[in-house]
């Protein structure tokens, strides 16, 4: 990944953090951000005291302003462009399997669409005007946006919001636009139930560099695919 510049939107914990590491360590410069300073700045300094290059910035997807000057920050100090855009930022308003969606807020279920489904579309959309020729932009999510199961209230419900805005993305865009889909990942967001965010890291490395434009373009890639492709 030498000499490419990625962008990690929610990288100060999760899938977002170990993806900023590793790209990191494989050789990107990658520009990431959260929407708490200290600790987008202290993943930050860890991967440069590690050997990698990292800028950290505090930005919050709700907002736009704060994602255009995140993206205009990546692109100056890109060698081309912005080739990766890896929008990891989101939340989920209650306890897996235990947050129907009935009894969700409004507020919550507004906030859930807000950071799950139009961080990514704000992410994208800024992306756009710096994004060099050949760059991807890779989508986490999971199963549960598809398979509907109970007590995923608002979150599920954003999460398809989010996959249906990659689809249309990749309707639209000479860009690969795509998916990737690691299963459930042991994050704040799952409880700390399920595989390790390294895992994750592993998977959308290899969507970012190894799999065809063909393959992640308005596809879902997952862990099935990874293994097939890597065995």
């Known amino acids: 990944m ?8 929610g990288a100060s914990r999760g899938i977002g953090e170990a993806v900023a590491r590793r790209f990191a360590a494989e050789g990107a410069r990658v ?4 929407r708490e300073k200290d600790e987008i700045e202290a993943v930050a300094d860890d991967i440069e005291d590690a050997g990698g290059t990292a800028t ?7 907002d736009e302003f704060d994602v255009e000057r995140l993206m205009e920050t990546a692109a100056r100090e890109s060698d081309g462009g912005i080739d990766l855009v890896v929008p990891c930022a989101g939340v989920f308003h209650g306890s897996p399997g235990e947050t129907p969606l009935a ?3 409004y507020s919550a279920f507004d906030d859930s669409f807000r950071i799950n489904a139009r961080g990514v579309f704000t992410a994208v959309r800024e992306a ?6 050949d760059a991807r932009v890779l989508v986490p999510s999971g199963k549960i946006a598809r398979d509907a199961k109970p007590g995923y209230g608002s979150y599920a419900v954003s999460k398809a919001a989010a996959e249906a805005v990659v689809r249309q993305f990749a309707a639209e865009l000479d860009f690969p636009v795509g998916v990737v889909e690691p299963g459930a990942v042991a994050t704040d967001l799952t409880g ?6 390294e895992d994750a890291a592993d998977l959308i490395q290899w969507a970012a560099i190894e799999a065809s434009a063909e393959e992640v373009d308005g596809n879902v890639l997952g862990l099935k695919e990874f293994r097939q492709a890597t065995a």
């Open 128 to 133: 756009l005007p710096h994004l060099a020729d």
């Open 31 to 34: 520009v990431l951000c959260a």
């Open 192 to 197: 700390g139930q399920g595989r390790d965010p």
């Open 2 to 9: 030498d000499g490419l510049t990625a962008v990690v939107t």
């Open 56 to 62: 950290a910035m505090r930005a919050d997807v709700r």
């Open 103 to 105: 009894s969700d807020s």
